[in-house]
């Protein structure tokens, strides 16, 4: 197998610094100057791997989504056999959604959803998040034993997991839900909307 080339690991070791950029200042704020500053290289070097400042945002929102889904991953590689996928992640959301602020990303982009680009992209994270939520949620009804048409259907519950989130990235970034509540908020709701309590 060959060696990954000089641009995708540069990709990799820059995508870190380029979403914390965009996270704390926005798109319109961020600068390839400013990144190319925290990333500590001159400008043409970032240029080399995308070739404008809405190509880095583009690869920022869908680092959002490969940090969570790897996070995710690992999780359930590691869980046990009596709890189910969406409980595991479900339990770790409760204590960790928001960690990273890569939220940010998505608020910042709704910012920008006149440009084609970046809504397909907001479209494609949401999309993917939704797939995989309706995925573990599926697994787990099938667990309890829930019947098709019981509870709210599987999309609805995504999509409500999804709102939640937004809600919790909402209280955490106004300063309005500390830890406890954002917790409460994400284990307590969730599980009365994952197990169709609803």
């Known amino acids: 197998m060959g060696r990954p080339s ?3 690991e540069k990709r990799k070791e820059f995508m870190p610094i380029v979403a914390r950029t965009f ?13 190319a500053r925290r990333c500590g290289v001159q400008e ?12 880095m945002f583009l690869a920022a929102i869908d680092f959002n989504y490969e940090v969570t889904s790897a996070t995710w991953q690992a999780l359930l590689e590691k869980a ?15 204590g960790h959604h928001g960690d990273w602020g890569l939220h940010r990303l998505a ?3 709704l910012n920008e959803v006149d440009d084609a680009e970046i809504l397909e992209s907001l479209q ?11 995925d573990v949620v599926k697994e787990h009804r099938e667990r309890m034993g ?4 019981e509870g709210l259907d599987v999309e609805t519950v995504a999509w409500s997991f999804v709102g939640l989130a937004t809600a919790a990235d909402i209280g955490r970034d106004l300063k309005l ?9 994400m284990g307590g709701v969730g599980d009365v909307v994952l197990n169709g309590k609803v």
Not at 146 to 149: A, F, L, N
Not at 177 to 185: C, I, Q, T, Y
């Open 6 to 8: 000089l641009k995708e």
């Open 146 to 149: 829930m019947k098709e048409g």
């Open 124 to 134: 494609n994270l949401y999309g993917r998040f939704v797939k995989f939520i309706i």
């Open 80 to 94: 046990d056999d009596k709890t189910s996928p969406a409980e595991v992640i479900l339990a770790h959301e409760a």
């Open 177 to 185: 839900l500390g830890s406890k509540k954002r917790s409460k908020l």
């Open 23 to 35: 996270v704390e200042l926005g798109y319109r704020r961020s600068t390839t100057a400013e990144i």
């Open 44 to 55: 043409n070097v970032l240029y080399r791997v995308w070739p404008n400042k809405k190509a």
């Open 107 to 109: 608020f910042a982009g």
